[in-house]
């Protein structure tokens, strides 16, 4: 039997302790056939060097936490197999995020501009629970069930040119999901997104770079949702000038 | 080793509470990968602001009588001019071609009961139409209208 083949990760570290600035570290290790790039970060932080610091949970793309960047492309390591990458795989934190440690990035600010748009069920007047489920016909759960594909793994946002250069940007998973919300038959609350998404920076500020959808390990299309939202709060402002109420029922 | 991003990207509205490295822009940005298409897309922009300028001084020149008109008409058969119209003339079709790849799937699931046709459809309409105007325009030009 052949010894496993050996590959050198070429990993960031930043200690906010001690670094100024981020460098790198190199680890050769033997690796299996069947190993995520995961697989490999946990063998290093198992086995050779336990002070590598790195997000990860699930291992199997559902939680969305183990996003970083390997060979300079976005990617959920633990669906990224190792044995596509050459001899030296380059693995860094997430790109356009500030960096806590290591391959650990500061997600509050994600997390502040996703509940800024209200990702949840918003209606006028709670429904009775004898009243009964809210019926939902498959034609209408097509419209929005890409967009609640979305595990908030952050990849859009990493690969996003807008994101890197407008700090104010909302980003692509948290209009994704705003949208979605927003053509969800059972929601009563578009005009109220509709009215964050036609504020600064937010949809209109997205130049449709299309990467979101390129490096989304759930094949959701958050261009599709950010374009299609635009398309939605204009002509929401336009209803609210032209009919009652706004438009509202 | 990877350039920064803007040095608030992403960053909470409070800093957090250990010291943070700085965010970096993705490394292929903005001349590798696929991020050179939509560089490359982004930069037609500065090709067409030229081209406002050359309509403008078009316009200039048709206001200042034949002469000035026909000076121009032969300036524009420097092969520099021909090189600069081949460019422009390929930038607008790249630009073309991505709009129309991307444009159907910008498009909602539906405005009230009317739903928008299949992708395949609106693609297939936009170079249509696409090819329609060209015809047109390209009629007019040779004097087959008006």
Redesign the interface.
Known sequence: MSPAPKKTLVVTR?D?DR?A??RTQRYEIRVREDWMVLDALNFIKDEIDGTLSHRWSCRMAVCGSCGM?VN???RLTCKDPLRQYGETVTV?PL???????DLV??M?????KLTSVKPWILRAKQLAVEAGPVRQSPEQL??FKQFSMCINCMLC???C?V?????DFL?PAAIALGHRYN?DSRDEGASVRNEIFRGEGTVFSC?????CS?VCPKHV?P??AV??A???AV?DWAKSLVLPRGGEK | MTRPAHPHAMQPSRPGRTRTAPPSLPDRFPFAGRYLAYTLFDLTGLLYLVVGFVVLRAVWALGSGPETWQALREQFTNPLYVAFHLLTLVAVCFVAVRFFRLFPKAQPPRIGPAKPPPGPVIHAMLYVVWLGFTLVFATILAGGLF
């Open positions: 930043f906010p670094d600035a981020p960047m300079g492309e976005p860094a790109a356009n995020f500030p960096v806590i440690r990035i500061e509050d600010g994600f997390m502040e097509e419209e946002y990493a690969a040119p994101v890197a250069n407008e700090p980003g053509v130049s449709y770079a299309n990467e390129e299309d261009a599709a374009n299609q635009k398309f939605n002509i």
